[in-house]
């Protein structure tokens, strides 16, 4: 089979490398794909949202099956226009995809199947959300665009003024256009936070491991809020009665209500949780692989991607074998470019990789790059994804930093302490 993956990041890197080991792949493309993308699969100059460039070229190529990374392709409609023309496609269609489309409509569903989350308020006016701030106590409130924002649509507000300036920038002067035209105001919650991804055909639902994200740029959880500079697989504050709790309370009613709705879900569906004194509440759905989740998970899966994404296309998903995991932890640590999340420069050539790929139990994912005049150039802000498995989570940080060890470009840093926060919750290591 032959087999498409659409998207150019660190997951999609992540995919074609798992879905190329597959004895079911014979080729993987990737469209547009980066560099990394380009050593482990064939790439292709499609964007991801060209869904009829995508659509002609799957035909043309045979392609058994694709596979879509990003939430914009997936509101865009990919999946409706592949399985009109009878193609074999991963993830949800349109309406489902809603879930991350439209965080009022998340909140709707959440309200209505009495799914835990934080308590909130959807306001389609400046003046409404403001009145509605203004009455509050004086409080930390979290203020989220209702549409795709690229990640950078929900303000973590520390007071009352902060979440009138974030009303005022979404609202008013439209910093996220049309996606700004709700917004919903929502309580701080406090915990710790964890990404609960699920693989499921509507009715089946199969939990993959689970896993912990660090989404602020700096150590120690400081600085501004990023798509992600690190992951560890498992995450130990998850334990196996947890996660029954998770699936009983959250999953099972999303997916039920999502059918009853009309809107049968498939896919990746990927719950960010807080996990609050009063138990796990939902941040955000997600209605794909996250990224760079998938890294250290993707690391530790031993089964057949191939075979558990084309049974979910194909409905059959009750039909397949259990899951089988590597026991080992596995460690993600994010490379980027100076400037980032901010304006980030571009254009360095990236050294030694190669030595990178020397080392044992570690992969290079590449997530911002491209291949200009034979070498590897840093053209994102998240640039690679430094990913290693260890007997113990110690171990795997400390392979994943080996390999940060060997890559230099101007500019390049990381965070020092991704995974740290597994040890607090692992009893003997
Ligand atoms: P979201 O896209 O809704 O997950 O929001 C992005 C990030 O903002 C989350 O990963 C959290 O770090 C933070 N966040 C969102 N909602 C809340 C909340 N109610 N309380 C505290 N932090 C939040
Ligand atoms: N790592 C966060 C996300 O994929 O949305």
């Not at 490398?17 to 792949?25: A, E, H, R, T, Y």
Request: glycine share 10%; aromatic share 6%; with cysteine.
């Amino acid at each position: 089979m032959r087999v498409l993956v659409v998207g150019q990041g660190g997951r999609e890197h992540a995919l074609v490398w798992k879905l190329g080991q597959s004895p079911l792949v014979k080729q993987v493309f990737c469209a547009p794909g980066n560099a990394g993308t380009g050593m482990d699969g064939v790439n292709v100059d499609i964007s991801a949202t060209n869904v009829e460039g995508l659509l002609k070229f799957a035909k043309a190529e045979s392609i058994g099956l694709t596979v879509v990374g990003p939430e914009a392709a997936l509101v865009a409609g990919l999946v409706d226009a592949f399985e009109k023309e009878g193609l074999l496609v991963f993830g949800p269609a349109r309406s489902a995809a809603e879930l991350e489309g439209s965080k009022v409509f998340a909140k709707d569903i959440m309200r209505q199947s009495a799914i835990p989350t934080g308590a909130s308020q959807t306001f389609t006016s400046a003046e409404a959300a403001e009145a509605y701030i203004a009455e509050r106590e004086e409080t930390r409130l979290v203020v989220k665009a209702d549409g795709l924002a690229s990640g950078k649509g929900v303000s973590v507000c520390p007071n009352k003024a902060a979440a009138m300036e974030a009303v005022n920038r979404i609202m008013r002067q439209q910093e996220f256009g049309d996606a700004g035209k709700r917004v919903v105001v929502e309580e701080h919650l406090d915990g710790e936070e964890v990404s609960i991804l699920a693989i499921t055909d509507g009715s089946t639902i199969v939990p993959l491991e689970t896993s912990q994200d660090h989404k602020a740029a700096f150590d120690d959880d400081r600085g501004p809020n990023t798509g992600g500079m690190g992951a560890y697989s498992p995450a130990p504050l998850i334990t196996p009665p947890m996660m029954d709790q998770i699936i009983s309370q959250i999953l099972v009613p999303t997916i039920d209500a999502m059918r009853k709705r009309n809107r049968p879900f498939k896919g990746v569906l990927y719950a960010g949780l807080m996990m609050t004194n009063q138990g796990p509440k939902v941040l955000e759905f997600n209605v794909r692989f996250g990224d760079p989740e998938s890294q250290p998970l993707l690391m530790r899966l031993k089964s057949d991607l191939a075979e558990v994404l084309l049974s979910v296309a194909e409905g059959r998903l009750g039909e397949l074998p259990t899951l089988e995991w590597d026991p080992r932890p596995a460690v993600c640590v994010v490379m980027a470019s100076a400037g980032y999340p901010g304006e980030y420069e571009t254009g360095a050539a990236i050294r030694g990789l190669d030595a990178a790929a020397k080392l044992p139990h570690v992969k290079v994912f590449h997530a911002g790059t491209q291949l200009k005049d034979g070498r590897v150039v840093a053209t994102g802000g998240r640039v690679l994804g430094v990913t290693a498995v260890g007997a113990n989570i110690v171990d795997a940080k400390l392979r994943a930093y080996q390999g940060v060890k060997c890559i230099r470009w101007d500019g390049a840093w990381c965070r020092h302490d991704i995974s740290d926060k597994a040890r607090k919750h692992t009893v003997s290591e």
